[in-house]
């Protein structure tokens, strides 16, 4: 994969960075101020900023065509095996932990991300933004898989399905509100379009009580229900964050790539999950579940690999086109998912779901259509006409 670090970034939901206090750090530097007095995500300038790489073309259609086909078969993938893993009966019980799900997905995407890193930046591991500032987008991270995972706890599937449906406008609002975006209406008219059509499409397909049955743990047990939405409201608005933050860390450090990214924010993911699994005493717990249960460690080994390719979509994604279109992506896969599912067990797709089906990609090709047409350079305006030529008092004719 070609890590793509222009400083525009060719994102289709990017605005222009503003002026700020940073035009004058490079002074700052001169009168001996130390670096770590800068922001976590002030923009770079100085000799960071002068060490950025040369912007580089556009990407197009075929790079959103790579982003989409990797997200969805490392996305499908790895969901179906999630279900599997926290729904299924295992030969000694159910899997007891859902924190040692997420860490094991980290660590494999670390020795991928450091590993790689490696190889692009002739052995180092050195960051051109702070490590602190990849905290925050890790945690958040931490949180939303933490949420997914254990929503399916106490709801069913389709419920979590469409939940991850109605994304795309909360990833706007909180680009609004941590970056300062702003987004035509149009913008929200089309998020609210594929959350409905979405929203169709899992519903027609739903046989009849699946939003009713949760998960096992919450059969006769409301406030499990609605810790199960709870959960569920944790995982939209941490990953709605985590999506806005790595888009703000990438505008103000423009030098860190998507391997950089994603070793940084694992690596974080990493401690504060395993702090979580020791302090709470669920590392051995599992470790001696999965001595037990071959078949569980073979599922958790599919689901970190797929979270790893995944990632590494992720990150190129974001960078390159921007959060929300990478939300529209991971929204339109909720379809996808149904579909593999009807494929797979011979259920039959409703015609209120195709209905569905076609408001999103109707939406989808008109966003495109609407980008490519913002894109095109402004036609030059015809030359003047030549001057009419005027009479001198002589009566002779003048140009």
Known sequence: MVAMSNRHGGGYDRNPREPNDSDGYAKDAEAGVEESKQGLLEPASGDDAASAKPAAPTPGAKHLAFCFVGLQASYLTWGYVQEKVMTREYTTGRFPSATFCVFSNRFLAVIVAAGITLFQHGGKLTLPASYVAFAPCAFSNSLSSFGQYQALRYVSFPLQTISKSTKVIPVMLMGKFLNKKTYPPVDYVEALCISLGVCVFSLANLDDGALASGGEESEGNVFAAYLGVAMLALYVVSDSFTSQWQSRLYQAHPNVDQFQMMFAVNS?????????????????????????????????????????????FIFYTIKTFGPVVFTIIMTTRQMFSIVLSTVLFGHDIKALALLGATAVFATIFHRIKRQARAKRPAKAPPPPPPPSPTKTPAGRLQI
């Open 268 to 312: 974080w993911a990493i401690c504060m999950t395993l702090f979580a699994l020791v302090s709470s005493g669920e590392l051995w717990t599992t470790l001696k579940f999965l001595s037990l249960n071959p078949a569980a460690f073979v599922d958790n080994v599919t689901i970190a690999i797929t979270s790893a390719t995944g990632q590494l």
